[in-house]
């Protein structure tokens, strides 16, 4: 089973250039989410969805896009990067908010 | 708003002695609990969950943990940890109402020999 992947696993970014990290799930979840990871501060919560079709703001949505036009899919777009996006990336999901997530292996991004 | 503590930043240990991981939680509504865990350059990974019924919940490698509430706590433990449980644990919280999981700043355990 594949569970949820994420590409790429790494990429460095130039001040300014844009860029979408994949997400995709096989487990038919409704519950999508994107959380950045820095250290010592735990996870973040970019945006979720909670099905085709909807997505909303999580605590910091600020640089960031999303999309969720399937079930399976939810990208995330970073426009005009900056050095405050170096970060690790993961996309989780779950079937319903209550039940555990499910995670990918995570991108590391670095924004020079 | 739902908003959870872990308490130790860093928790070292030699191996086989017990170690507790602590976890607070603030929510107004009723919760689920999770504890994960995180190997080095790795996603996160369930390790447990509390959802109803029997507060004391475990995990199939050792680990248990207690949902207290009154307390408001959750805190992870294990009688005797191995070198191979060197890691990150992240505690977190699902609300009633929210149904989006909230994640705290997580625990590194270190095991040493």
């Known amino acids: 089973n594949a569970g949820v992947t994420q590409t790429p696993k790494f990429r460095i970014l130039k001040i300014g250039q844009s860029m979408t990290l994949q997400c995709t799930q096989d487990?038919?979840?409704?519950?999508m989410y994107w959380y950045r990871q820095d250290p010592g501060m735990g996870l973040k919560l970019i945006y979720y969805s909670v099905g085709a079709g909807i997505t909303d703001k999580g605590e910091v949505p600020n640089g960031y896009n999303v999309s969720r036009s399937t079930t399976e899919d939810f990208p995330l777009r970073l426009e005009l990067a900056a050095p405050s996006q170096t970060s690790v990336y993961f996309c989780?999901?779950?079937?319903?908010?209550?039940?555990?997530?499910?995670f990918g292996q995570g991108t590391r991004l670095t924004v020079v | 708003a739902q908003s959870v503590t872990q308490l130790d930043s860093q928790v070292p240990v030699f191996e086989e002695a017990p170690v507790e991981l602590r976890c607070n939680y603030s929510s107004s509504v009723s919760v689920y609990l999770f504890w994960y865990v995180q190997y080095p350059n790795q996603g996160l990974q369930l390790l447990l969950k509390y959802l109803s019924g029997s507060t004391l919940v475990e995990s199939i490698n050792g680990f248990e943990a207690e949902f207290n509430k009154s307390q408001t706590s959750f805190h992870l433990r294990k009688p005797s940890v191995h070198i191979s449980d060197t890691a990150e644990y992240f505690c977190a919280v699902v609300s009633g109402g929210s149904y989006i999981p909230t994640f705290g700043r997580g625990t590194s355990l270190i095991v040493h020999p």
């Open positions: 989780a999901s779950s079937q319903t908010g209550s039940t555990e997530a499910f």
């Open positions: 487990m038919n979840h409704n519950y």
